[in-house]
C-alpha cells in the first residue's frame, strides 16, 4: 500500500533550527509538497519537490532524496508564528497525492 | 487571502438534516476538490472535478453530493449525515488537472448531532 510517515508532534524553542522529516512509500513518485496550517486555517503551500537535493526559500528549506523515499522540511530562526501543523504530501505515478497525518509543531519562547 | 472561500465556516446539523457547503475560487483554476480532514488523520480526498467533470469519486458514501455548476464553484450537498462524518471540510482547486499545486480554503467545521 502506499504510505506517508511523519511524527505527530515536535517541540523546538524559538531561534532555534528544526527539520521536520517525511518518508513515503508510493507506486511511481512525482514530487512532493509540503504545507503548513495553522490551527482552524487554510492548508498553506510551502514547498514542491521533484528531483534530488535542497531548495530554499527564506528561513524555510526542502529536501528530497528519492532513492531514499526521504524528504525533509527544515525551518531556521524559528518564530511563535511558525507554530502549526507541517503536512507532507506525495505524488503518486497516477498524479495522485497521499498524504501523511501532518506533523504539529511547537514553538516554546 | 488564499482566493479560496468556503462557507458556512463552522456547522451543526442534525442526522436528519439537509445542507449544503459551498466553494468559491477567484483564482481562474480548473480544477476543483473536496477534502475531509479528520484528527490526526491524513486528508482524505472525496471528489475532484476537472473542467466541471467529476474525474474522481473516492468511493464515498451517497449520503455526500458534489456539484460543479461551473470551473469556479463547487457544493457538496449533505444528506442523513452520520456523527462520524463530523470534521473539517476543505476545498482546493488547482490550475489543471494531475493534482498539481493546489490552494485550498478556510474549511468548513462540520458537527454532527
Known amino acids: 500500500g502506499q504510505n506517508i510517515d511523519q511524527p505527530t508532534e515536535m517541540t523546538a524553542t524559538e531561534g532555534a533550527i528544526v527539520q521536520i522529516n517525511c518518508t513515503y512509500q508510493?507506486?511511481?513518485?512525482?514530487?512532493l509538497f509540503w504545507y503548513q496550517q495553522h490551527a482552524g486555517e487554510a492548508p498553506t503551500f510551502l514547498s514542491y519537490n521533484v528531483l534530488d537535493g535542497l531548495e530554499e526559500k527564506g528561513r524555510f528549506s526542502s529536501f528530497l532524496s528519492r532513492s531514499k523515499g526521504y524528504s525533509y522540511l527544515l525551518l531556521k530562526e524559528l518564530q511563535m508564528k511558525d507554530s502549526a501543523s507541517y503536512l507532507c504530501a506525495a505524488k503518486d505515478s497516477n498524479y495522485q497525492l497521499i498524504w501523511g497525518a501532518g506533523t504539529k509543531l511547537i514553538i516554546k519562547p | 487571502e488564499t482566493g479560496v472561500t468556503q462557507t458556512p465556516r463552522h456547522l451543526v446539523m442534525g442526522m436528519t438534516n439537509k445542507k449544503s457547503l459551498k466553494c468559491e475560487q477567484h483564482l481562474g483554476h480548473n480544477a476543483m476538490y473536496w477534502y475531509k480532514q479528520s484528527a490526526k488523520k491524513p486528508l482524505e480526498l472525496m471528489f475532484v472535478?476537472?473542467?466541471?467533470?467529476?474525474?474522481e469519486n473516492n468511493s464515498v458514501p451517497s449520503r455526500f453530493s458534489p456539484e460543479c455548476p461551473n470551473s469556479s464553484h463547487l457544493f457538496l450537498h449533505l444528506h442523513t449525515l452520520q456523527p462520524e462524518d463530523s470534521a473539517l471540510y476543505l476545498c482546493?482547486?488547482?490550475?489543471?488537472?494531475?493534482?498539481?499545486?493546489?490552494?485550498f480554503g478556510p474549511g468548513t467545521r462540520l458537527l454532527v448531532l
Open positions: 472535478y476537472n473542467f466541471k467533470e467529476q474525474t
Open positions: 508510493t507506486s511511481g513518485f512525482n514530487g
Open positions: 482546493a482547486s488547482s490550475h489543471g488537472g494531475d493534482q498539481e499545486t493546489q490552494y
